[in-house]
């Protein structure tokens, strides 16, 4: 499952219209802090 909403992030970070705080918030990450670790992952 977080597979696919880092893949999902991955696409809405390519098209540029939204912000990393907006994108953790638009997929239900608790936290920025939290969305960035599984982002590197």
């Known amino acids: ?3 696919m909403k880092i893949d999902r992030a ?3 970070i390519r098209e540029g ?3 990393f705080t ?3 918030h638009f ?3 608790s936290s920025l ?3 960035s670790k599984q982002f590197k992952k």
């Open 1 to 3: 499952f977080n597979n």
């Open 10 to 12: 991955k696409e809405l």
């Open 17 to 19: 219209n939204m912000n």
């Open 22 to 24: 907006e994108i953790a």
């Open 27 to 29: 997929l239900s990450y």
């Open 33 to 35: 802090q939290y969305f």
